[in-house]
């Protein structure tokens, strides 16, 4: 059985962007911390990091934010870059604003371009992140493409072959798989995630790519009924559905 991380009340909560060390004793002072509705008197107490904490502590009367150690998948809109520091509108503004504090900081599990739509996941624990972006992983990522022009009928064995190259590069893709929807439509299956992949993959057949979305990452679907830009905190079931069996 794995430990369970213990931590300061002060530096767990300036951690996750409460405030400055001080800031939080003075939440603490003001008797504003509870934990199981009592209320917290040192802001030195150690606490157990734990899963439900948000349950149980509460903060200004508001149940804890995530502890560390959160996953979240976020239906990312168009026009949002996967970026901490590009200008415009930034995934991260679609967080709450707290949780732009944190430290450890949330990030981008791979990223999607600016204008693709779709299934992003975040998180903060640099272990989960690199064993789901892990080239060993092999973890398939479908994208939904609309084409500007019909699909010519060679496509799918084109990407299943092994041995596209794409410009300015040295090493063929891996095998892709092809879907066809329609004339101009399909679903892209890629173990893999290159720069631009889907969009440079279409331009080498003659193609454009009019529209990209990415419904699923491993097993887990984006949920219909979440909207663009909004996200759910991911449960050990769902991130199960993510990384391979095994
Ligand atoms: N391929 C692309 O071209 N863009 C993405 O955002 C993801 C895959």
Redesign the pocket.
């Known amino acids: 059985m794995s430990k369970v991380p213990t931590l300061r009340l002060d530096r767990l909560l300036a951690n996750m962007g409460y405030g400055s060390r001080r800031e939080v004793q003075s939440l603490v002072d003001a008797g504003l911390v509870t934990l199981d509705g009592a209320e917290i008197e040192h802001s030195d107490r150690r606490i157990a990091v734990t899963r439900d904490l948000p349950e149980r502590m509460r903060v200004q009367g508001k149940p804890l934010d995530p502890p560390p150690g959160l996953a979240l998948m976020l239906h990312k809109p168009l026009g949002v870059t996967c970026s901490h520091k590009e200008a415009g509108p930034l995934v991260y503004s679609l967080l709450p604003e707290r949780w732009r504090r944190r430290d450890p900081a949330i990030s981008t599990i791979g990223r999607?371009?600016k204008e693709?739509s779709g299934l992003l996941l975040m998180t903060d624990d640099g272990n989960l992140l690199h064993r789901i972006i892990s080239p060993r992983a092999n973890i398939p990522k479908r994208?939904r493409v609309n084409l500007d022009r019909p699909l010519r009928g060679d496509e799918a064995q084109i990407f299943a072959a092994g041995t596209l190259m794409l410009e300015n590069e040295d090493k063929p893709l891996l095998p892709a798989q092809l879907e066809v929807i329609d004339r101009t439509s399909a679903f892209l299956i890629l173990t893999e995630?290159r720069y631009?992949?889907?969009?440079r993959m279409f331009a080498a057949v003659g193609n454009h790519v009019t529209a990209?979305h990415r419904d699923r990452i491993g097993r887990l679907a984006l949920p219909e009924d979440l909207e663009p830009g909004h996200y759910h905190l991911l449960s050990e079931a769902d991130l199960a559905l993510v990384l391979p069996p095994g």
């Open positions: 999607l371009d693709t994208y995630g631009h992949q889907v969009r990209l």
